[in-house]
């Protein structure tokens, strides 16, 4: 029995039916030469041999009685992996569009609770021949960096299928829920236990929150130039209030460029994808004459997990970066961006020991909920300023090709969360040498076809910044040659099985 922290509870309390909030993953699967099996049997029997190696799978909720206190993941050893593990089959012809306003729809179901949250999906029926696999997990028990740890559990990194070890027999009382008695006793041992690490953290969180403070007095500028220190941001249409159903979009892009390009003008990876989004939301919301003229911001969630750290929980706070959208000039625009970025996360660096900081409150259950029920229906996600105005979230993957069941795993998109008052979630992760986006928003915000529109825009934005000049030619003032075009993947439009077959070929990801 292991109590939620504050941190992951919160996730099932904000969930209403407009705004599951549960995390996935799309992958791409390119079956052995020659193989005339059943994938789905045999995706099911392997997971079926590999439950017991996380957690995640294994457990259930137990909540407290009245939800006095935060809910307790327990053992479920009756699992039906019938119900768990699913297969549907796209309609003719079977594009990439069809397949991402199906993922769309998956998306937006919520979990059942009263077994383990997850769900995964083998979907067959593509046009290219390609196998796709969707999975699902509620946010409450696996975070972006624990779902990477997940993905090696259920992933092999050759197409031979590993055995492991078979599960240990367990000794259990047969009792099929837990008594009240112990569901308070263990509650009032955590609070206390959480309480004494927060005292004995007190002077570690003095040192942290003076040397942040610091921190922040450093970041000041002279007045006249651009600040650091974020205010409000502008009202937009993605804060509003959200329905559940989903439009969603992806894109591929090679990993060794963007890092080339990020180290050519002056900036990382992250800054490159934020410098991205900054150009395609200001283009798509000008065109529409809905851009504001105060900068947009994006709410970043950073990792505060430290290394070697692979617990099956949430470890996560959230940064606010410049967006820059009222700089025209991109060079400057793109400084703006990283420096905003890299000031944000300086801070939190300093103040990772707090932020981390687990703190149990007396029925914060009942009032959680009831208070994401009242953002969603009265509307106040549009009437109240706003912190932010997208979600922007950058997750290290793994580096190597990854194998399901003997079958070679081509892509591996993010398919996140967005929330009332930050209806757009763009989220990106690195795969084999490949930066996979995903696009997840409200449909009623953005629809499909928009969702497609704002991956065009965001081609065009990297074309615009790979054209910008080396930050040692910029500072000099000369002009810069013109650089060699990034190869753009573009899954997302197949036409035709010859053309999909020679795209599958050509879009597989490097090997790292």
Not at 482 to 501: D, H, M, N, R, V
């Amino acid at each position: 029995m292991d109590q939620l922290s504050s941190m992951d509870a919160s996730f099932l309390h904000f969930e209403t039916p407009e705004t599951p909030m549960h995390v996935g993953s799309l992958m791409l699967f390119e079956l052995p030469e020659g193989y005339d099996g059943d994938y789905y049997e045999d995706v099911k029997a392997m997971l079926g041999k590999r439950l017991h190696l996380a957690t995640v799978l294994t457990r259930k909720l137990a909540p407290m009685p009245f939800e006095l206190a935060e809910p307790v993941w327990i053992e479920d050893d009756d699992i039906d992996l019938d119900y768990h593990v699913r297969t549907v089959t796209l309609r003719r012809p079977g594009t990439m569009a069809q397949l991402e306003q199906l993922i769309a729809r998956l998306h937006s179901t919520l979990l059942d609770r009263s077994r383990p949250l997850w769900e995964m999906y083998v979907i067959d029926g593509l046009e290219n021949g390609q196998m796709a696999f969707y999975t699902k997990a509620h946010h409450s028990g696996v975070d972006g960096k624990a779902g990477v740890e997940l993905a090696k559990v259920l992933y092999d990194t050759s197409p031979k299928i590993r055995e492991v070890p078979p599960p240990r027999r367990k000794r259990t009382t047969g009792q099929y829920q837990l008594g009240v008695t112990e569901l308070l006793q263990a509650a009032a041992t955590n609070a206390a236990q959480q309480y004494r690490k927060i005292a004995e953290a007190l002077p570690t969180a003095a040192k942290a929150f003076s040397t942040a403070a610091n921190v922040i007095a450093s970041q000041r500028v002279p007045q006249g130039e651009r600040q650091l220190n974020l205010g409000l941001a502008p009202k937009t249409i993605f804060n509003d209030s959200i329905t559940n159903q989903r439009s969603y979009s992806t894109l591929s892009v090679p990993l060794t460029d963007i890092k080339e390009l990020g180290k050519r003008v002056g900036g990382t990876v992250n800054t490159i994808v934020m410098a991205m989004c900054s150009i395609a939301l200001h283009r798509f919301l000008k065109e529409r004459n809905l851009l504001p003229k105060e900068p947009l911001i994006a709410m970043v969630p950073v990792s505060l997990r430290t290394e070697g750290d692979s617990a099956m929980n949430n470890q996560v706070s959230a940064v606010r970066v410049d967006l820059a959208t009222d700089i025209k000039n991109l060079p400057d625009r793109f400084k703006a961006i990283h420096n905003s970025s890299e000031a944000a996360k300086a801070v939190v660096r300093e103040l990772k020991p707090v932020l981390g900081m687990n703190v149990p409150i007396t029925g914060a259950p009942w009032l959680m909920t009831g208070l994401a029920s009242l953002l969603g229906r009265s509307n106040l996600a549009s009437r109240v300023p706003a912190a932010g105005n997208v979600l922007i979230s950058n997750v290290p993957g793994p580096p190597m090709t990854l194998f399901m069941a003997g079958a070679r795993m081509l892509h591996y998109y993010p398919v996140s969360i967005p929330y009332h008052g930050s209806a757009l979630n763009i989220t990106v992760q690195s795969y084999a040498g490949v930066l996979e986006f995903g696009l997840t928003a409200c449909r009623r915000v953005l629809s499909q076809d928009e969702s497609y529109e704002l991956i065009e825009h965001l081609k065009k934005a990297l074309k615009e910044i790979e054209a910008l000049p080396p930050v040692a030619e910029a500072s000099a003032g000369t002009a810069a040659p013109q650089p060699a075009e990034l190869t753009i993947e573009q899954p997302s439009k197949p036409s035709g099985k010859a053309k999909a077959a020679a795209a599958a070929k050509s879009e597989a990801p490097r090997e790292a």
